[in-house]
């Protein structure tokens, strides 16, 4: 990393979409700002149509070149890559899954496991909660000057320039000296974590026989084990904390973000991803999100604000109010030159995690698209499994897509397929359980909405977009079948299969 340059500038995103033509002016914002045009960008266009990378929306024809998809092996390190996660994607492209709906997945009724579950969760959280206000405490003065930091930029609305902003013998030292306490407290947890998960797993494994599930699920978790260390890109951290304390304030902030180092790596290694209690089957829970269709726009202007909305750290008041009163936030910062990956942070209001985003398109070259309903690719969101601050494990994207072939009707709404390591109980995979992998997917169901509100606002005006979200059912796939008065699709109908 070149000394005290750390991102690039969000403002005019200088070579960071260089080969993506700037969309008319008339008809989408402009690249990095949150000018919306009068009225509505393409308003009383036609609307567009036509499937493949080079069709556009209400705007006519897209300037966007096709995407040239490059194969998954060999991994690329400038994209946050390694070989096991890389020849794991090629064997899920192998498989011809459609991308476009939910894969089927049977859930297990309530049984011993998720007994065994509950009752080592309930005699140890209690205790993890005692470490959450000295967290707290320890990390509230280094978000404090971080939040001042950003308000020293404040002639700066349309993005904010972490390049200037966040040099490596200032803020970034800083940030790391003052939350040494937090480190500390934060590490020490984690140890005592660690020797009670083992604990409790082995004696588990051993009186069930469960040695060769054990095994079996190490091998599920391999491809997902070699991510890039968060503490060796501690400024990485630091960049996109401070967008989503601009995005949401401190205080709000302030709310989850201490207890994502106590109760994300309970949720994720005890109660989701536990190779000790469940089985994972060889194979990951195919699960995916695809909003609305957004094809009465201009293509570009809704590429360009997906990824303003995720990726500037500030925004005009209009913005930021929209971007703090949703009930989730994801902030991927553009990464420094020389790579294309960057740790990033999604916020909700009981809990907060850090992640590893890879942007798809970018001046290193294009990442592989795992996504076959895909249509113009944005980011890939790593979930490592040694990531102990986000609650999953797996393999996430986040695009445009064309619908095809199960949902066409949703052309160029957001998608957001998920590949996720599951077992079949019912604590870590049923929907009507918090935090379970089935819940994230209505979860992201009722999200993808209010992301393309954001996206409508800035590209028609906000009224058009009112209007659209008040609408929208929100349901996903699943959920409009279930409406039509149908089983409710193969995903939904094996749970309640397992419940018989």
């Keep these: 990393m070149s000394a005290g340059r750390i991102y690039p500038d969000l403002n005019e995103h200088k070579g960071t979409y260089a080969d993506i033509p700037k969309p008319d002016a008339e008809n989408c914002s402009k690249p990095g700002s949150d000018k919306t045009t009068e009225g509505g960008a393409g308003a009383g266009a036609g609307a567009g149509a036509g499937a493949g ?3 556009g929306g209400a705007g006519g024809e897209s300037q966007l070149a096709p995407y040239a998809n490059p194969k998954p092996v060999p991994a690329n390190s400038k994209f946050g890559e390694t070989k096991e996660q890389m020849e794991c994607a090629e064997k899920i492209l192998a498989e011809n899954l459609d991308t476009s709906i939910d894969a089927e997945w049977e859930v297990h009724s309530f049984g011993i496991v998720d007994v065994y579950t509950v009752v080592v969760n309930g005699s140890i959280l209690p205790t993890e909660a005692a470490h959450l206000l000295p967290d707290a405490l320890d990390l509230f003065v280094p978000s404090c000057v971080l939040q001042l930091d950003l308000r020293q930029d404040a002639a700066t609305t349309s993005g904010f320039d972490l390049t200037e902003q966040l040099h490596m013998d200032s803020p970034v030292v800083l940030q790391y000296a003052m939350s040494i306490p937090a480190q500390l407290l934060v590490l020490v947890n984690y140890c005592i974590d660690n020797f009670l998960w083992l604990a409790a797993g082995v004696f588990w494994c051993t009186i069930t026989c469960g040695w060769g599930r054990w095994w079996r699920n190490i091998k599920v978790l391999r491809p997902f084990t070699g991510g890039p260390s968060l503490y060796l890109h501690f400024p990485d951290c630091v960049a996109a904390a401070a967008g989503m304390i ?6 709000e902030f302030m ?4 207890m994502m180092f106590i109760l994300n790596p309970w949720v994720k290694y005890w109660v989701i991803a536990n190779p000790f209690l469940f089985d994972f ?3 990951l829970r195919f699960i ?3 909003g609305q269709k957004m094809n009465d726009m201009p293509l570009e202007g809704i590429d360009e604000n997906f990824r303003k909305c995720i990726s500037n750290c500030k925004h005009l008041e209009k913005n930021r109010e929209i971007l703090d009163s949703k009930f989730f936030c994801p902030h991927y910062p553009f990464p420094p030159p020389g790579r294309q990956w960057a740790v990033g942070m999604q916020y909700a209001s009981r809990i907060t995690t850090f992640v590893h985003t890879t942007h798809l398109r970018g001046e290193v070259g294009n990442a592989f698209v795992l996504s076959t309903s895909c249509h113009v690719p944005e980011y890939r969101v790593m979930l490592w499994h040694n990531n102990p601050f986000h609650i999953y494990t797996g393999y996430v994207e986040a695009s445009i897509t064309h619908g095809r072939p199960s949902q066409q009707h949703k052309q160029y709404g957001g998608e957001h397929p998920m590949w996720l390591v599951n077992g079949r109980n019912y604590l870590g995979a049923h929907r009507k359980v918090n935090f379970s992998i089935g ?8 999200f993808i909405p209010h992301f393309q509100h954001f996206i409508r606002g800035n590209v028609r005006g906000w009224e058009e977009a009112d209007e659209h979200l008040k609408a929208d059912p929100g349901r ?4 409009e079948l279930m409406e039509a008065g149908q ?3 193969p995903a939904r109908a094996s749970e309640n299969a397992g419940q018989s």
């Excluded at 601009?246 to 205080?251: P, S």
């Design 53 to 55: 990378a080079g069709a």
């Design 246 to 251: 601009f995005r949401q304030g401190l205080f």
């Design 255 to 258: 709310r989850s973000f201490p």
């Design 281 to 283: 089957s060889d194979k």
């Design 288 to 290: 995916t999100q695809i």
């Design 439 to 446: 819940w994230i997917d209505v979860f992201f169901d009722e």
């Design 476 to 479: 996903g796939y699943e959920g």
């Design 487 to 489: 089983a409710g699709g």
